[in-house]
C-alpha cells in the first residue's frame, strides 16, 4: 500500500502526465479512449491529445445495459453482475488499445474513468422529498486499476451530488480551464445523447460560467430509429431527417413538457427522454401516423429547437459569441445546419479540441486536478459547481 501511496505522490508532483480519459455515454455506442499528455493545472493547464479511437460496443454488451439503463425496475442481480462486467470490458479495452498503439503500460500515470450512468435521479425528476439529488455509473474503477494495472481515478459525480450538486454537467470545469483564457463570449455545446453546454463570458471567472443540461441531443432520434428499423443505430449524417417533413403539432407537444421551461442550470438523461416521451406526446394529440422519415424530421428539428431556445436565454442580448460544437451530433448535418440557420448571433468556430474526443479529454483534466489541482482555481464554487476535487482513487494492487 504505501508503495502505491508514494507512487500516486510522485504522479501529483509531475509537471507533465500521461492520462487515459474514458467516456462512456448514454448513446452506447462505444469506449471513447482518450491517451492525453497534460501539463499544468488549473488555469495553466495544457492538454496535447497522443492517440483516440472509441471502440464501438457489441450488441450482446450494448442490450445488457439497454436492458437496466433508465429504468426505474429492474434485476439487481444484473446490475450487481454489469458493474463488474462493464469495468472488465473498459479494462481489456484499454489494454487491447495499448497494444495497438505501441504503447508501454508503465509510460501511463492514470486513467480518468468515467463509467456507464444507468440512473440519473436529480430531485426536479424524482420529487421524493426524503431524497436529495442522486445519480448512479457503473464499471468499478478498483476492477479496472487491477486488470490494467494503472492507478485508476473513477466515480467523478457523487462528490458533485454530495456537494450540493446535480453530478452534471461536470465538463463546465474542464471547458473553464482550458477555454476561460480570453476576451471572447463562448458557448461550448456537447451533442451527445443528450445535449449540454458551458457559456464562457469574455474574462469569466468561474462563478460567471452557466453549465447546464439543455434536453435530448440524439438520444431520441436514435432510439426511434432503432424501433423502426432495429438494424439502424442512428441516422447517418441526419439523411431521413432531411427527407422528412416536421410535424408541427407534435413538435410544439413536445416542446410543451414543463422540463423545457424549468430554469438554468438543469440536468436530464433519457430517463425523461425516451421513446415513451415521444408516444405519450402522441397519443395525447391522437393524430395520425406519422412516417420514419417525418418522425425524424420532428424529432431532430425538437432537438434543434431545445438547443437554440437555451442558447439564446444564456447569452446576453446582442453579444457576440463563439460557438464550438462536439459530441456525434456534429455529424448530423441536418441538425447542424438548422442550428446554423437559427442561431445567427453565433459565429461558428470548429473545436479547438478533438470533437469526438472531447468528452473523455475533459476526464482526464479533472483526474489531473484532483492530484494536482489547487483549491482556489474554482473560486467559491455554488450549489451547482462547486469547488471540489472529484473521483475515488483505485490502486492497481
Ligand atoms: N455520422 C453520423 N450521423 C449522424 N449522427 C451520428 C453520426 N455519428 C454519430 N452520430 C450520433 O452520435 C451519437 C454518439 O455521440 P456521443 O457524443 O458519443 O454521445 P454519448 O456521449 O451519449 O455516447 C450516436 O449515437 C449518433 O446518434
Ligand atoms: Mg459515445
Not at 499544468?40 to 472509441?54: A, C, E, P, V
Not at 415513451?276 to 395525447?284: G, R, S, T
Request: with cysteine; proline share 4%.
Amino acid at each position: 500500500m504505501k508503495s502505491s501511496i508514494d507512487r500516486l505522490y510522485n504522479i501529483s508532483n509531475k509537471y507533465s502526465k500521461r492520462i487515459i480519459g474514458l467516456m462512456s455515454g448514454t448513446s452506447l455506442d462505444g469506449l471513447d479512449i482518450a491517451l492525453c499528455d497534460i501539463s499544468g493545472n488549473g488555469k495553466d493547464t495544457s492538454i496535447n491529445l497522443l492517440n483516440f479511437t472509441t471502440i464501438p460496443y457489441d450488441d450482446y454488451f450494448k442490450n445488457e445495459i439497454t436492458f437496466i439503463a433508465s429504468k426505474k425496475e429492474v434485476e439487481l442481480e444484473r446490475v450487481c453482475m454489469l458493474n463488474e462486467a462493464i469495468a472488465r470490458k473498459h479494462a481489456a479495452m484499454i489494454n487491447e488499445c495499448l497494444i495497438k498503439w505501441g504503447i508501454n503500460h508503465s509510460s501511463i500515470d492514470l486513467i480518468a474513468s468515467h463509467g456507464q450512468t444507468i440512473y440519473h435521479a436529480p430531485e426536479i425528476f424524482h420529487k421524493n422529498d426524503y431524497y436529495n439529488n442522486a445519480t448512479l455509473q457503473i464499471g468499478d474503477g478498483d476492477h479496472i486499476a487491477t486488470l490494467t494495472g494503472i492507478i485508476t481515478i473513477s466515480d467523478f459525480r457523487q462528490k458533485h451530488v454530495a456537494a450540493g450538486g446535480e453530478g452534471a454537467p461536470l465538463v463546465s470545469y474542464g471547458d473553464y480551464l482550458l477555454f476561460a483564457k480570453d476576451q471572447t463570449n463562448k458557448i461550448l455545446l456537447n451533442i451527445g445523447g443528450i445535449a449540454n453546454l458551458t457559456f464562457i463570458p469574455a474574462n469569466a471567472n468561474f462563478e460567471d460560467i452557466i453549465s447546464t443540461d439543455i434536453g435530448p441531443g440524439n438520444t431520441l432520434m436514435d432510439k426511434w430509429i432503432k424501433r423502426e428499423i432495429p438494424e439502424m443505430h442512428f441516422d447517418n449524417n441526419g439523411e431521413m431527417a432531411s427527407k422528412g417533413k416536421v410535424n408541427a403539432t407534435l413538435l410544439n407537444k413536445m416542446l410543451s413538457h414543463p422540463f423545457f421551461s424549468l430554469p438554468l442550470p438543469k440536468t436530464t438523461g433519457p430517463e425523461l427522454f425516451n421513446l415513451a416521451f415521444i408516444d405519450m406526446a402522441i397519443q395525447e394529440l391522437d393524430i395520425p401516423a406519422i412516417s420514419t422519415e417525418d418522425m425524424l424530421a420532428t424529432l431532430n428539428k425538437l432537438t434543434a429547437v431545445s438547443i437554440c431556445n437555451t442558447i439564446n436565454k444564456t447569452i446576453p442580448r446582442n453579444a457576440t459569441v463563439e460557438l464550438m460544437i462536439s459530441g456525434g451530433g456534429m455529424k448530423n448535418n441536418a441538425l447542424i445546419s438548422t442550428l446554423r440557420n437559427e442561431l445567427q448571433s453565433c459565429i461558428y468556430k470548429d473545436h479547438t479540441l478533438h470533437a469526438d474526443a472531447k468528452e473523455a479529454m475533459l476526464f482526464a483534466i479533472l483526474a489531473n486536478e484532483t492530484l494536482s489541482g489547487n483549491e482556489s482555481t474554482f473560486g467559491k464554487g455554488s450549489p451547482h459547481l462547486p469547488n471540489i476535487s472529484m473521483g475515488k482513487i483505485s490502486f492497481p494492487n
